[in-house]
């Protein structure tokens, strides 16, 4: 359930890059990459069923939320990695040897 949203799993990528941020700063930091404004309802909605699921944890920091990636959540974006790699490597296989028959 946790990779049913885009949204979920590249807050999670963030997160295992980043180690641990500030709400205000992971919202920055995806709307950055999605080049676009985020909803803040929206995007604390996902972050919030991130928690729930167990996948990220939330502490207080003074006045602040510190969200970081939980075990749990660290070993889904290495799963998702490795479901990635594999796929981007059969393709460049694929298109290896398609090359070859071309030049034969």
């Known amino acids: 359930m946790w990779f ?3 949204r979920r799993r590249d807050l999670c990528a963030i997160l295992y890059d980043a180690g641990e941020l500030r709400g ?3 919202k920055t930091r995806l709307e950055r990459y999605y080049d676009t404004r985020l909803d803040p309802q929206s995007f604390y ?3 919030n069923a991130l928690v729930d699921s167990g996948h990220v944890e939330r502490r207080t920091e003074g006045i602040h ?3 970081a990636l939980t075990d749990g959540g660290a070993s889904r974006v290495e799963s998702y990695y490795s479901w990635l790699t594999e796929r981007v490597e059969r393709r460049e296989k694929r298109t290896a040897e398609a090359d070859e028959r071309l030049v034969d």
Do not use: A, H, M, N
């Open 4 to 6: 049913q949203s885009g």
């Open 24 to 26: 205000q700063k992971l």
């Open 65 to 67: 939320d510190v969200y």
């Open 45 to 47: 909605g996902t972050l």
